[in-house]
């Protein structure tokens, strides 16, 4: 259990952002081997990453490395390297590119042998990214591919290459379209991730310097039940940290509503009214994911 409100992207290559990101205040930072590192540069950035990974102070941030595709040539060495370099430094290995379950089974038996190997003192979790119109109709069965995986990523731009669809650089159509344009895959995405009991992590927003609208898409996939957005740069950071955190009434409201209700259920009513409105069972689940993002998010500020 991890907050993910925010995951910042990093590229594995550059020391002077890794020591940055670390800085951020977000919940994941992920060094990214894949698309923010030229190919001359994938295989020398494995050991700028695990220098990050063991030599700065991340905090409560949790560290991860995004590996290349299962179909480069780089991933194999990406993952033998970076898990015996980093060791109980790595928090989360992401995935890019999930197709099929089988691709998530890969990467889990690699890690186990590595650490078997190496006795870890922890197990290393997995997050992947659908990004690819096979995986996006696999997703339900990726999501549930592994009991290491701890979250399923929306990945907009390479997806919708994958769809061939007419997009801007931000990932928005380049037309009139009527409603979300992203919404159906983002359902898929959120459903696969709810129904596996892992966690959704959004897209990522491009334009980093509109925060408006950064903040607006967060909140669209707050509103949905995303757990967390990616943020290509730090200044994403603490928007994607408070759109997903409840605000201070929301977290008095469910707490007030579930002692209300337990009182009342204590008595044997298992419904009801409260300022004009009904009161039951589904109503305390609502509650109770109110607390528990609270919860995770931990004692920093919150909206």
Known sequence: MRPRRSELATPASSGHMCEKAAKSGADLVFLDLEDACAPAAKEAARATAVAALTGLDWGRTARAVRVNGLDTRWCHDDVIEIVTGARDALDVLIVPKARTARDVWWVDVLLTQLEEKLALSKRIGLEVLIEEAEGLANAAEIARASSRL??????????????????????????DYPGDFWHHARVQVLTAARAAGVDAIDAPYPAYRDPDGYRRAAGHAALLGFDGKWAIHPSQVPIANDVFSPTPEEVAEAREAMEVYRG????????????????????????????????????????
């Open 264 to 303: 009342a259920s204590d008595s044997g009513t298992g419904a009801i009214g409260r300022d004009g409105r009904l009161v039951d069972a589904a109503h305390m689940r609502h509650a109770a994911n109110t607390l528990r993002k609270a919860e995770l998010a931990g004692p920093g500020p919150m909206r």
């Open 150 to 175: 701890e979250a399923v990523i929306f990945g907009a731009g390479d997806l919708s290459a994958s769809l061939r669809a007419r997009v801007d650089g931000n990932f928005d159509p380049l037309g």
